[in-house]
Each structure stands twice: as C-alpha cells, then as structure tokens.
C-alpha cells in the first residue's frame, strides 16, 4: 500500500488567498484525521471523520477552515481567506476500526503563508 | 485527557537500550497509554500502546507500573534511526479516538 498521500507537499501562498490541502488515506480505513503542527502549538488534532461523516471538529480554529470528505478516499482541508497565522506543517492520518488502532500519518503539507 | 509529563530531550548510544520515562499521574482506570515518535521532516508514527499488563512488539516495548501512574518505552538496541521526538499520549477509553500530542522527548542516539 502507498500509505496516506498528501497534496501538495508544499505550498506558498499570500494573506488572503484559499488555500485548499488533500488527503486520500489508507484504503479500507475508516477514520480519517487532520491535524496542524507548529512550534509554538506542537501537534493538534482538528477534526475527524468516520466513514466520511465529520465526527468531532472541535480542534478547527475558526470558521475560516473547512474539511471535507466527499468519499471514503479523498479528503480536503481548506483555508480561505489564509492568514500569516496559519503557516505550519499539516498532517493526515487514517485508521481502520477501533479506537486503539494505529493512525498511520502522511507526509504532511507545509504551509507557508506570507 | 490527562496530563502527561516527559523529560524534554534524552541522549543514547547507538546499540544501548534506551528508558524513556513518561509520568501520568492523574490516569484514569479506562486511559490507555499510546506512544508514537515523528523521526525529522516526517509525519508521526504509532510505536506501542496499552492498558495496563506490559506489552511488547517489534519495534519496543512498554513497561507500565503497577499503579499506572508511570511508564516507560523501552527500545531495546538503539539505532541511528531511531532518533526521534518519542510522544507520549493517554487516551480516554470509549469511543474516544482523539490522541492529544504533547512537547514529547527528543532522543538523539550518538554513534
């Protein structure tokens, strides 16, 4: 298996512009999770889905951010407008089943906005 | 979730075992306790987990106390590779799927 994949695995944008990142998880997972690394923030989960149904979104800023998942392979996480604030690494990960299960990460986005 | 603590950096030789401490004192009976590390410029990946009995696999192995106010992730002969930040996380027991990643320690392994 080709493990989650991420797109793009960089992207510089300027304040104000959408910013949209994509995730295809693990096939046959069930659960797919985005989370935001900085260095002032460490690791945080934003939001996850099961079975591409939003179940805890709780972690998303604000109403800037949005995530998506139209079907069991294909994610989004968008931004719009973007700010300066929002420059950091974002990861996907996706598990199958239980909630003890191993959530495999992607490569992870780094965004940079200026 | 509750609250763990992990020393912020620890320093190994390649092919010693390595202890990592972790201190969560205020677990609760249903917490399990998940370790993962994130190797440089990569995404996170999951290293161990458990309840309460030790558990090993091939990658580690996880001592908890007896009172599960402590564990430690047990690398048994370090590698170069295993250089990481090593997270260690306490997930409420249920339903919960959230893993709350704190600062974790950073492990350098000296050749």
């Known amino acids: 298996d080709a493990g989650v994949i991420q797109s793009p695995r960089h992207e510089v944008t300027e304040m104000g512009q959408e910013v949209t990142l994509r995730c295809k998880p693990i096939s046959g997972h069930d659960y797919l999770f985005w989370y935001r690394q900085t260095m002032m923030r460490g690791l945080e989960l934003l939001i996850y889905?099961?079975?591409?149904?939003?179940?805890?979104d709780s972690g998303m800023p604000e109403d800037r951010f949005s995530a998506k998942m139209p079907n069991a392979s294909f994610s989004t996480l968008k931004i719009q407008p973007s700010e300066p604030r929002d420059s950091a690494v974002y990861f996907c990960a996706s598990s199958k089943g239980t909630p003890t299960a191993e959530q495999f990460f992607g490569p992870g986005t780094r965004l940079t906005v200026l | 979730d509750a609250k763990t603590t992990q020393p912020n950096s620890m320093e190994s030789n390649e092919e010693e075992p390595v202890h990592l401490p972790c201190n969560h004192s205020?677990?609760?009976?249903?917490?399990?306790i998940h370790w993962y590390r994130q190797l440089p410029s990569q995404g996170p990946e999951y290293v161990i987990h458990g309840l309460t009995s030790n558990v090993n696999n091939r990658m580690a192995s996880l001592a908890i106390a007896e009172d599960r106010k402590s564990s430690t992730l047990i690398l048994h002969r370090a590698t170069l590779r295993d250089a990481a930040v090593y997270y260690c996380i306490l997930r409420s027991g249920g339903s919960n799927y959230k893993l709350t990643f704190g600062k974790g320690t950073l492990l350098t392994v000296n050749p």
């Open positions: 205020t677990i609760s009976g249903t917490d399990y």
């Open positions: 889905f099961n079975n591409n149904v939003p179940i805890d």
